[in-house]
T-cell receptor, first 115, second 112 residues
């Protein structure tokens, strides 16, 4: 079975400062990795995903994550955050090539941007 | 483009009552799932379906029932509500391996 650990439950960051949200996973097989974002009182939206190929993946709103197989990590980074980035961020993992009907989520990191 | 639609958005139940959370998607996705979200626990899979007529249990299936008679609909039934089922419930759908999962906006359920 797969598992995901998000090391920080809350991360406060000043506006325009950089941020890193940490995610580590555990799996005995190859995996797909995802970051989802949940804005207040809304459902989850896919932010970015790693399936194969380049280990650095980017989102359209400036976030990026790097798949590090040796460290079993998929940390999310943004060089300069904005107020609108305030949300909860979930890292998730599924077995590669088995579909993601059994997506396993981390416990989430609440990102708070301080003006 | 409606995507994944859940109803109701809010519901209060008394212990022992039953109810059904409705979920419909208009994207012709094969895979549909139900998750519950609790503080500090992330999202946990309750039941899922890989196509019409096929369902299976997830991580926390006890107290819930599902069926999938059509591709579009995947209702979640609470058989006899308990306070431990107070949670936010999300329905989700996706098409194939590695594809984006689309979530509904959630149903807030309180059992008193």
């Amino acid at each position: 079975a797969q598992s995901v650990t998000q090391l920080d439950s809350q991360v406060p960051v000043f506006e325009e400062a950089p941020v890193e949200l940490r995610c580590n996973y555990s799996s005995s097989v190859s995996v797909y990795l995802f970051w989802y974002v949940q804005y207040p009182n809304q459902g989850l939206q896919l932010l970015l995903k790693y399936l194969s190929g380049s280990t650095l993946v980017e989102s359209i709103n400036g976030f990026e994550a790097e798949f590090n197989k040796s460290q079993t990590s998929f940390h999310l980074r943004k060089p300069s955050v904005h107020i609108s980035d305030t949300a909860e961020y979930f890292c998730a993992v599924s077995r590669a090539n088995f579909g993601n009907e059994k997506l396993t989520f981390g416990t989430g990191t609440r990102l708070t941007i301080i003006p | 483009n409606a995507g994944v639609t859940q109803t109701p958005k809010f519901q209060v139940l008394k212990t022992g009552q039953s109810m059904t959370l409705q979920c419909a998607q208009d994207m012709n996705h094969e895979y549909m799932s139900w998750y519950r979200q609790d503080p500090g626990m992330g999202l946990r899979l309750i039941h899922y379906s890989v196509g019409a007529g096929i369902t299976d249990q997830g991580e926390v299936p006890n107290g819930y029932n599902v069926s999938r008679s059509t591709t579009e609909d995947f209702p979640l039934r609470l058989l006899s509500a308990a306070p431990s089922q107070t949670s936010v419930y999300f329905c989700a759908s996706h098409q194939d391996y590695g594809n984006t999962i689309y979530f509904g906006e959630g149903s807030w359920l309180t059992v008193v």
